[in-house]
């Protein structure tokens, strides 16, 4: 069991979220957008987005910083563990209040506002579930060990996200983590294994390029587009 | 100096009668579909009115176009490239959809289905965003015919603009009210501010012909480009998410149609032709301080196709010569640099507009008929246009960021040409003062006369084709790409098919090329034709 879910299921995720998609941009770039809602209802999402995305980036920024940069590291730059710690707790709590404050009022402008609500398909419904449940676990598991300096998931959780980059995962790492944060990063694993199948895929869009281009685009007409076109693969006439 | 072409479009606004068939072949066209029920790309607004989105030219509001930094340098004015990436999340200045009108049908089954009863069933109107019941209470058009004006006329904030300088001159009590209609669609604009509002870099201008078109498979639907445009022309679609405007007909242009609106217009009132401008003055013109200077900047901008540099230029640039051709018969480059009668709606949001309108005459005519007076004789037209139920400045707020020169320029020559024209069909002497009045020569006059009243097809729609240069390449991809024997292993394939090879030299290995299309000839197929022994043919 324990191999199943942290030898296992890590690869499954990130081989679903790297397949899963390239497949989408090939075959789906049409549906890869934000499939925004906010021309039926605004003034909520003018307040609740904003707040949901900017603590879901602080939260991933501080779980990169928390899984993958190792305690030696910060303790050479003179970073004590309880500062570390305090650090984590107040920055970690910060941004999940946010994060945990957006989503609520996503969700209630979801359920409440017809239009928004008649335009969430069931994929959403999955993906909503999913996410809230990574939110509101990883916020209780915090919370619940926050005592003291806390629960040291830096020397295990992270030593074992750490050495899936080994392709042989220190497993037995993962034993005497508490049950929150076990099942936190089973509902974590199974949200990346979701983002490319979900609207989540327009995280990947983020569009920093537009710092860079000029802002007028010029294009040539496609010229394939003169004439007849090309037949796609998956499209060729059948028969004759 | 990089010359480049664009597709633009005239309408005479004189000639609209508000009959909406353009927005009807536009909307069957390309907008009956799923999540774009509201959305109109060619709208026909009555003025004065809100328009469509209610207020759109409210630029406070919706922060759409451009405006001028401290320096002097062209800034979004919904803010720049950091301002649009922080605030991605989401976008205060986003219409929603009742700002455009809540989209319905009606219950037309309960009509048939409703249980016998003493009252007749009736069907209910029922919203296509929510599919409950509703109640109607705007619409796209629902100020048509000053429909409300009393109450609502106030909101026009164009009407608010000219207010603040002609105190009394926009009336709205019946007697004293006026009203023109104004045909909307995407203005194409030379610097479109929509193209720079999208972060995606899915919005392009189309270097060919200058429309400006939103890549569906490269659009994100993160909506800015919605704010950016000022004249509210790029709609959202909110079932698929993405972005969809005005395509100027783009399937149809390609091979020399006009497009939808234009060609259903019943008042053949719309103007098609290629204009060429030099691209590298854009900006500089866009920057003009003063906005009252941004019309003739625009001017400037616009390249005249007789000039024998410029024909050097445009072959250099790669520009077809059909299109040279075109440009140089453009009905739109007269009507806009050489008449100098179509004026750009809204030059002061700096993008360089390309959909352009001749301001309406005709009321000033009727009213002064109404008086009494002789409506075609020109010192009594002169003398109207000052005093014109449709204020001058009304029309200078939408034509000319305020500027009533070149609205009242306009209007003489529309005024000269009717008196000039009456003088010609009564068989009088035409009075050679009255075009001298408007600087124009009893010729152009004519001319002028015939490309608006007389409006034939083929002078109203001057298209040249997207592929007279490929015209080769085309001639061969009209006959189908492939064999139907082209089929896996199949004998087009260079397979024998599923009956096996003849004997003959025809299969695998020895087969028998035909000769494919570019060898044919006149001659060689004459020679075919005609020839006693197939031998002879090649």
Known sequence: MTTLIWGVLPYVAVVLLVAGTIWRFRYDKFGWTTRSSQVYESKLLNVASPVFHYGILFVLAGHLVGLFIPDSWTEKVGVSEHTYHMFSLIGGTFAGVLTVCGIFMLLYRRRTKAPVFKATTRNDKLMYVVLLAAIVLGMTAKLTHASGDGYNYRESIAPWARSLFTLSPDTYRMDGVPVLYQIHAVVGMLLIALVPFTRLVHMFSAPVQYLFRPYVVYRSRDQRRLGPRPERRGWERTGT | ?538
């Open chain 2, 1 to 538: 100096m990089r010359i480049m072409a664009q597709i633009a479009m005239v309408m005479n606004l004189d000639k609209c009668i508000g009959c909406h068939t353009c927005s009807v072949t536009c909307k069957q066209a390309w907008t009956n579909r799923n999540g774009m029920e509201y959305v109109w790309f060619n709208n026909v607004e009555t003025r004065p009115g809100q328009g469509y989105p209610r207020r759109y030219e409210d630029q406070e509001k919706w922060r759409g176009g451009w405006e001028l930094n401290k320096k002097g340098a062209l800034r979004l004015k919904g803010g720049g490239r950091f301002k649009k990436l922080a605030g991605i999340f989401s976008n205060p200045k986003l219409p929603e959809i009742k700002d455009y009108y809540e989209p319905w049908t009606y219950d037309y089954k309960n009509l048939t289905d409703a249980p016998l009863g003493d009252d007749y069933p009736v069907a209910q109107p029922r919203s296509q965003i929510t599919g409950k019941p509703m109640k109607i209470e705007w619409s796209s058009n629902w100020d048509d015919n000053l429909g409300g004006a009393t109450q609502y006329g106030d909101l026009d904030p164009m009407v608010e603009k000219t207010r603040q300088q002609a105190a009394d001159k926009v009336q709205f009590a019946f007697e004293q009210t006026f009203m023109f209609y104004l045909p909307r669609i995407c203005e194409h604009c030379l610097n479109p501010s929509c193209v720079a509002s999208c972060p995606s870099g899915a919005m392009y201008k189309r270097e060919e012909d200058g429309i400006v078109l939103v890549d569906q498979d490269h659009c994100r639907g993160w909506r800015m480009c919605v704010t950016g445009c000022p004249y509210k022309k790029v709609y959202f679609n909110h079932r698929t998410g993405k972005a969809e405007k005005c395509t100027m007909c783009y399937p149809r242009v390609e091979v020399g149609l006009p497009t939808v609106c234009s060609e259903t217009c019943v008042g053949r009132l719309r103007y098609l032709g290629v204009i060429l401008y030099d691209a590298d003055k854009v900006t500089e013109a866009a920057q003009t301080e003063d906005e009252h200077g941004l019309y003739e900047a625009q001017l400037g901008v616009f390249l005249d196709p007789d000039d024998p540099g410029v024909q050097r230029a445009a072959e250099e640039a790669g520009i077809p010569f059909d299109w040279m051709e075109a440009a140089r018969r453009s009905p739109v480059h007269a009507l806009i640099s050489k008449y100098k009668v179509a004026l750009p709606l809204h030059p002061e949001y700096r993008t360089m507009p390309m959909v352009w309108y001749i301001p309406p005459l005709s009321p000033v005519v009727d009213a002064l008929t109404e008086t009494g007076h002789d409506g075609e004789d020109h010192a009594n037209l002169f003398g109207a246009i000052d005093t014109l139920r449709i204020p001058l400045e009304y029309l200078a707020e939408i034509f000319t960021a305020g500027d009533v020169g070149p609205v009242r320029s306009s209007l003489e020559k529309l005024a000269a040409m009717r008196s000039h024209m009456r003088a010609v069909n009564l068989g009088d002497r035409p009075d050679a003062s009255i075009s001298e009045s408007v600087g124009m020569s009893a010729v152009e006059i004519e001319e002028m006369y015939r490309l608006l009243a007389i409006a034939k097809y083929e002078d109203r729609y001057v298209i040249p084709t997207a592929a007279v240069g490929d015209a080769q390449r085309l001639e061969e991809s009209a006959l189908p790409d492939s064999c139907s024997l082209d089929y896996e292993d199949g004998p087009g394939m260079g397979g024998e098919g599923p009956f096996g090879g003849d004997s003959g030299n025809t299969t695998t290995g020895g087969r028998k090329l035909l000769p494919v299309v570019s060898v044919e000839t006149f001659h060689l197929t004459k020679r075919r034709q005609t020839a006693d022994d197939p031998k002879e043919s090649p």
